[in-house]
């Protein structure tokens, strides 16, 4: 069964500083990524995906993430933090053998409070 | 377009009581996911729909039913509520399957009392 982890349940960051939030994960075989966000009493939002192809993978609002197969590791970052970016992050993953289940696995989430 | 909509968006319930929670979408989304949210857990899939009149069982599927008798619309239904189903409910549809971005509701906070 695929399992992700979010070390971290709470990331601080000043504005203006760049910031990571991390992911690893755990799948048999090759995987499909994914960063969500979610702002207070609003359901999830896309920021980006890996699926194939250039490790680092950008995405919506300046964010951007790499993945790293020999680490298990999708970290996402952004080089220089909006106050707006406070949020709560999700890192998902799914299978690529999933066949018809096409279930995607998420992780507890990190929320990123950026102080101005 | 609405893109994908839940009602209600909030609900107090009793023990035992049942209700349906009922989620819409827009898009001609093939997939549909009926999701929970608990604190510290992230999001849980309770059941989902791989196309009109088609359910399957997600990883928390005890307690709940769920009908897809249209496309576009997706029924989560508590026949006999718990306090442990205390939460907050995410629809979510796409197009694809897991490889496809999707597209969450804004949400259900259920409480059981």
């Known amino acids: 069964a695929q399992s992700v982890a979010q070390p971290e349940d709470q990331v601080n960051v000043a504005e203006g500083n760049p910031l990571t939030v991390k992911c690893t994960y755990s799948v048999s075989g090759n995987p499909y990524l994914f960063w969500y966000v979610q702002y207070p009493n609003r359901g999830l939002q896309f920021l980006l995906k890996?699926?194939?192809?250039?490790?680092l993978v950008k995405g919506s609002y300046g964010f951007e993430a790499e993945f790293n197969k020999s680490q298990t590791s999708f970290h996402l970052k952004k080089p220089s933090a909006l106050v707006s970016d406070s949020a709560l992050y999700f890192c998902?993953?799914?299978?690529?053998?999933?066949?018809?289940?096409?279930?995607?696995?998420f992780g507890s989430g990190t929320q990123l409070t950026v102080l101005p | 377009n609405a893109g994908v909509t839940q009602t209600p968006k909030f609900r107090v319930l009793k023990t035992g009581q049942s209700m349906t929670l009922l989620c819409a979408q827009d898009?001609?989304?093939?997939?549909m996911y009926w999701y929970r949210q608990d604190p510290g857990m992230g999001l849980r899939l309770i059941h989902y729909?791989?196309?009109?009149?088609?359910?399957a069982k997600g990883e928390v599927p005890d307690g709940y039913n769920v009908s897809r008798l249209k496309k576009q619309n997706f029924l989560l239904g508590l026949e006999s509520a718990a306090p442990s189903q205390t939460s907050v409910y995410f629809c979510?549809?796409?197009?694809?399957?897991?490889?496809?971005?999707?597209?969450f509701g804004p949400g259900t906070r259920l409480t059981v009392l």
């Open positions: 998902a993953v799914s299978p690529i053998s999933s066949g018809s289940a096409r279930q995607l696995t």
């Open positions: 898009m001609n989304h093939e997939y």
């Open positions: 729909s791989v196309g009109e009149g088609t359910t």
């Open positions: 890996y699926i194939t192809g250039d490790n």
């Open positions: 979510a549809s796409s197009y694809w399957g897991s490889t496809d971005t999707q597209y």
